[in-house]
C-alpha cells in the first residue's frame, strides 16, 4: 500500500486520514520497490534513536547536517547549535515581532484573506531573511522559490526538483561570494559568522556553508508557512480555543501559548517524515527490513497513534508532551525547535492583539494533497 498523490475526488483527501487507515492495517508498510514506511510512534522513535541501523545517509547528495550520522554529524551539529541556542532565538523576537506586526497591520478587515500566502509565506521569508543577515531584495526571489519549490515536489518529477533546489543554492551562494568578496568589510551577521567557523580543525568550506544554510531555510520558510495555516485555521474555527489564546496573548503566558501551538501541530503534523536507510537487516513489527532499504518515519502518522495518543484529535498539551513528535526524536531532533515556536508564538500573537476577532471565511479551506499535510488555502476573515 502506498500513498496516492492524486485522487478523483473534488476536494484532496486528508493525509491524516490516510494515514491513520494504514497504521491500522499496515503499521510497517512496504511498497514492493524497497522503500517502508513506519507508521506507529514506538517504530518510528525506535528507528530515529538507532542511527547505527537506520542512517541518515539515505538521498543521493550530502546535506548538512542532516544525511550525517555518528561522530560526523555530531560534529556539524556542534557549529549549528551555537546558533540556535535559548539567547539566540530570544534575540530575534524583536524583529519577529515587527515583521509580524507590520505584516497584520497592512491587512485588510472585513474581507477574504489567504492565511498562508498574505501571513504566513511573507512571514517566514521576511524573518527569516532578518535573521541570516540578507537583504530585503531577495524577498521576492525567495517567494517565487516557495511556490516553485512547491510545485515541483507535488509533480512528482526529479529533475524538475532538482533544478528548483540548484536555484537555490545558487540564490544561498550568491550571499556567500558577496561575503567572501567584501572580506573584512562583509557584515556581522549570522551568515558572515557561519562561514567562519571550523570543523575538524578547519574552516568550513563554500558548499559546506551553502548547504547549512539551505538546511535553515530551504525546507523552514515552506515549513513556518504551512505551520501557521494550521494553527490560524484552528483558531479561526475554534472560538472558544481563540478566546483562551487571546487571554493567553495579553497576559504573556509565553509557555503556555508555544505548548498549545506544538500540540495543534501534533494533531496536524506539516513536518511529514523524514528518510533514513537500513544499514542491516532488522525486525520491525514483525517483519524482516533487510539491508539498504529506504525507510520513510512518518511523523505525522506517529502523531496520531491511539496507541499513545488515545483520540488524536483530542486537545491535550500537558499530557501529550513526552510523546510529542513534530520536532523528530534522537540525535536529528531539529535544532530549531525553540526558534519555530517563538516565530509561531510572535506571529499568532500579533495577529491576536491587532484583531478584535478572526473568523472563518464563507469559502472552505483546502487540504494539501498527499503526500503533502496540512493545508493549502485557508481564507479567513480579520475583524
Not at 511498497?31 to 518510528?44: I, K, N, P, Q
Request: overall charge negative; charged content about 25%.
Amino acid at each position: 500500500m502506498t500513498i496516492d498523490s492524486h485522487t478523483e475526488a473534488t476536494e484532496p483527501v486528508d493525509l491524516r486520514a490516510q494515514l491513520d487507515a494504514r497504521r491500522a492495517t499496515c503499521p510497517v508498510d512496504h511498497d514492493g520497490l524497497g522503500t517502508w514506511t513506519l507508521l506507529r510512534h514506538a517504530d518510528v522513535v525506535a528507528a530515529a534513536t538507532d542511527p547505527e541501523t537506520f542512517s541518515s545517509a539515505a538521498g543521493s547528495h550530502r546535506a548538512i547536517p542532516n544525511s550525517l550520522d555518528g561522530a560526523e554529524h555530531a560534529a556539524y551539529r556542534a557549529v549549528v547549535d551555537r546558533y540556535l541556542t535559548d539567547e539566540a532565538v530570544a534575540a530575534q523576537e524583536e524583529q519577529c515581532r515587527a515583521h509580524a506586526a507590520a505584516i497584520v497591520d497592512a491587512l485588510p478587515r472585513g474581507r477574504t484573506i489567504s492565511a498562508i500566502t498574505e501571513i504566513g509565506t511573507p512571514f517566514a521569508v521576511r524573518t527569516q531573511a532578518t535573521w541570516l543577515g540578507w537583504p530585503a531584495e531577495l524577498e521576492d526571489a525567495l517567494v517565487a522559490w516557495m511556490a516553485d519549490n512547491h510545485a515541483a515536489t507535488r509533480s512528482g518529477d526529479r529533475a524538475r526538483t532538482a533544478a528548483v533546489a540548484a536555484r537555490f543554492d545558487d540564490l544561498v551562494g550568491s550571499q556567500v561570494r558577496a561575503r567572501r568578496e567584501a572580506g573584512a568589510d562583509a557584515p556581522d551577521d549570522v551568515t558572515t559568522r557561519l562561514m567562519r567557523e571550523t570543523v575538524y580543525g578547519r574552516p568550513l568550506t563554500d558548499a559546506e556553508v551553502v548547504s547549512i544554510l539551505r538546511n535553515w531555510t530551504a525546507g523552514d520558510l515552506g515549513s513556518l508557512a504551512a505551520s501557521l495555516g494550521i494553527v490560524i485555521h484552528r483558531l479561526a474555527n475554534n472560538p472558544d480555543r481563540q478566546d483562551v489564546t487571546r487571554e493567553r496573548v495579553a497576559r504573556g503566558e509565553h509557555a503556555a501559548i508555544e505548548a498549545a501551538i506544538e500540540e495543534v501541530l501534533r494533531i496536524d503534523d506539516p513536518f511529514v517524515a523524514n528518510r533514513r536507510r537500513t544499514t542491516r537487516a532488522v525486525q520491525v513489527g514483525g517483519r524482516t527490513i533487510p539491508a539498504g532499504e529506504r525507510v520513510v518515519l512518518s511523523w505525522t502518522s506517529a502523531n496520531r497513534d491511539p496507541e499513545v495518543f488515545g483520540d488524536p484529535d483530542a486537545f491535550r498539551p500537558e499530557e501529550n508532551a513526552a510523546a510529542n513528535l513534530v520536532f523528530g526524536a534522537g540525535p536529528h531532533v531539529c535544532p530549531g525547535r525553540a526558534l519555530t515556536l517563538m516565530e509561531l508564538r510572535v506571529a499568532v500573537g500579533e495577529l491576536l492583539a491587532r484583531t478584535e476577532r478572526l473568523l472563518p471565511a464563507d469559502e472552505p479551506s483546502v487540504r494539501e494533497a498527499p503526500p503533502a499535510g496540512g493545508w493549502a488555502q485557508v481564507p479567513v476573515v480579520l475583524a
